[in-house]
């Protein structure tokens, strides 16, 4: 079984730039989330889909990030424009469900985001 | 809303001893509870999960971890550890109502010497 992949692995832009990440979930898996982890710190959730809805975006600086899961399967997360403390690693998951026994998630390798 | 406290930033152990990773968290809710290993340059992947029943968990890598709802405590223990073992841990716990949001610990780092 694939796991999830993510690209690329690693971004380098200046602030002001625009970038997007992408991300592909195990098949059949139907929620999604999007993790921000800056270093040293656990991951934050910065949004969640079931399908293609969104379940929870609370903590998506909205001004300048965005995130879409058009068919209910891959989903891409933009930011624009980028700052400083944006730099991070991004974290994609995904799990059969959100509730129950099947909600362990599934982590890809992420994608390390340096802002200059 | 949930919360979760790792007590150890960083716990250095020799090889063949036991550890344990601290862990505690609040909810006005139950919950389902996690640990997550995170190796260097790689994604997390989950150790054990407590959703219900037993409070003792066992996970893979020798790993096992105990729910105690009254110390709201999800404690991660292995009787001896290897240099292998030596990664970041992150304890997580997901309310068991509305979109079962999952909150993650700042993390331990086990640093496993020989």
């Known amino acids: 079984e694939a796991g999830v992949a993510q690209s690329p692995r690693y971004k380098i832009i200046e602030k002001r730039q625009s970038v997007a990440f992408w991300c592909n979930p195990i098949?059949?898996?139907?929620?999604l989330y999007w993790y921000q982890q800056i270093l040293g710190q656990g991951p934050k959730l910065l949004i969640q889909?079931?399908?293609?809805?969104?379940?929870?975006d609370s903590q998506l600086p909205k001004d300048r990030f965005s995130a879409e899961r058009l068919k209910g399967v891959d989903s891409t997360l933009k930011i624009q424009p980028a700052k400083l403390e944006d730099s991070a690693v991004y974290l994609c998951?995904?799990?059969?469900?959100?509730?129950?026994?099947?909600?362990?998630?599934?982590f890809g390798p992420g994608t390390r985001l340096t802002v200059l | 809303a949930q919360s979760v406290t790792q007590l150890d930033s960083q716990v250095p152990v020799f090889e063949e001893a036991p550890v344990e990773l601290r862990c505690n968290y609040s909810?006005?809710?139950?919950?389902?509870l996690f640990w997550y290993v995170q190796y260097p340059n790689q994604g997390l992947q989950l150790l054990l999960k407590?959703?219900?029943?037993?409070?003792l968990v066992k996970g893979i890598n020798g790993f096992e971890a105990e729910f105690n709802k009254s110390q709201t405590s999800f404690h991660l223990r292995k009787p001896s550890v290897h240099i292998s073992d030596t990664a970041e841990y992150f304890c997580?716990?997901?309310?068991?109502?509305?979109?079962?949001?999952?909150?993650f610990g700042a993390g331990t780092r086990l640093f496993v010497k020989a």
């Open positions: 407590y959703l219900s029943g037993s409070t």
């Open positions: 998951a995904s799990s059969v469900t959100a509730g129950g026994a099947y909600n362990e998630q599934f």
């Open positions: 997580a716990v997901s309310e068991n109502t509305g979109g079962f949001k999952t909150i």
């Open positions: 098949s059949g898996h139907a929620t």
């Open positions: 889909f079931q399908n293609n809805g969104v379940v929870d």
């Open positions: 909810s006005s809710v139950s919950v389902y």
